[in-house]
């Protein structure tokens, strides 16, 4: 390797509320040298996540949290530099949950897992880490396996101008559904009920929230896509249909919480309507992604969705970047440019 | 008719808090004539559950709130005094929602459906107000049909010394699972570990539960039948297993609230350990009820499943007897005896 030298992220402590300087620490090490069954890979985009801010606290929590002094997990896509495994090749473009950082080992015995792009796929690469990576996988399984939508129902999303809710509202929009975004500025419901083809968008900064909701839903709500939690959920909650479905994909209004945040006062409405509600987590679908990201690929060439990255330059940026996910300044997925693209 | 008079409680008000004597007005009509396609049943058996109290309220439910001066509504088991309908002969026992109240007219074009008792079983009557009737049909098909347990699960129930709850956890127990309940007094502990067959009971007023469900539930819970909610089933989402379900079928601890109550504030452990969690009322179930009434039957014939029966005398103690439901006080099936048995 001619760069020695691999930057990276590690945890110092944990977070309490939002992502402070000091929660994270930037260090230098030498690159790492692949042992007989590992590749080394340059990190060539960093995907920042609502859920990152989970995996830094010691919250119960779907993975073991990040441990102290460890590199910050997260989840790339980078190019093998090097392998000693029969099944990669230099040049190999791959994703995996490789870290903040600008090399990294994969696969053998202790590197993490890595897959190969798509060969039959000529899209942008940031595009891997959104609509064709993990952010369409989990729209498209949260969406049609655990909400299981059907023609002409109404499906709300909340952080409907997100990465996720985004495709959310568009692949209900390609099921025959009626698609209702709730976001949190004007700018954000007109991209919503604009370019993505939404039927109705709610500001929920603005708006009074169970006004907005009949206005937009007169048949009442079938599908529910939860991404944020707190009064948006209680305001939906008392607006499902009877055996409604609410998919429980993220609660982003609680991650940064310094106390317990209560759920939903109206949790009473999930028994009066037997509303089915399930927590989703898009890593337990993993052997049927390639169903989602063709699928989502098929749609994007027919010009049937669309889809904003929002790509920040360089590693040391990761931190600061990481709060647009929070403070709803974020349009389109984030992505971290950590090194150039081969 | 020789007796003339109806004796009968109507809504008089909306109950703030716990019911009190003035929200009920206990009223003497005539008896009334049955038209052609009605049936005059008395009421010998009036069954008390803590849905009455739901019933009671203007909150969003699952069926309209009982109108203010109507008879209240409620479960009862009769007698045909006068039929004129050809499905029914004066002497048919049936059971439907006739409210509480000497007679009622049933079927017709106005009068409220009722069902006559399976005509292949030999129990006593109270019992068709409870394991063979609502009761045993709401324990069988939330368990079986939403909870979805498989041999050597982890069986959770609240409320369990209750009249669905005791049955939850013995069908949980014939199908090969573990079962723990959690009430609220030593000696229903006992019943429940005794009698019952439970392999585990929580005292939730003395034990410390996060401590208590660890030593009870070694491998987790799989599934969780809700009748309370509050701290209970915020304990309990702590201790879910990947994938677990959670059957909503009751939140008693709510009913008599004054104010908002909060959802649990371990909501999100829904989210992290993915699990289902349903709403759930047995009325969605009724074309079904034969299946779970047989089934039970066999299983009391064989000895396999136990259950009480507490009788309370006189259709003028119903308001009192329900506080029983919400004081902790209750045990078995707690059923009013309106009038004598043919």
Known sequence: MTNLI???FCLAS????YLKEENLVFREVPVPQPSEGEVLVRVVYLSLDPTNRIWMSNMDQYMPPVELDAVMRGITLGVVEESRNPKFAKGDLVTGM???QEYALAEGTTGSAVRKLPRDMNAPLPAFLGP?????????FGLLDVGKPSEG???VVSAAAGAVGSIVGQIAKIKGCRAVGIAGSAEKCRLLTGELGFDAAINYKTD????????????????????VGG????????????????????????????????????FSQILMKRVHLEGFIVLDYITRWPEAIHAIAGWIDE??????VDIVEGLENAPAALGKLFDGTNKGKLIIKVSEEP
């Open 6 to 8: 691999n930057r990276q």
């Open 14 to 17: 944990r977070p309490v509320g």
């Open 98 to 100: 490789l870290g903040w």
């Open 132 to 140: 064709l990576g993990l952010t369409g996988c989990t729209a498209y």
């Open 153 to 155: 129902d109404t499906v």
């Open 208 to 227: 009074d929230l169970l006004a907005a909701l009949d206005e937009a839903c007169p048949d009442g709500i079938d599908v529910y896509f939860e991404n």
């Open 231 to 266: 009064k948006i959920l209680d305001a939906v909650l008392t607006r499902m249909n009877l055996h409604a479905r609410v998919v429980l994909c993220g609660l982003i209004s609680q991650y940064n919480a310094t106390r317990p945040k209560p759920g939903p006062f109206n």
């Open 303 to 308: 010009g049937r969705m669309h889809y904003a």
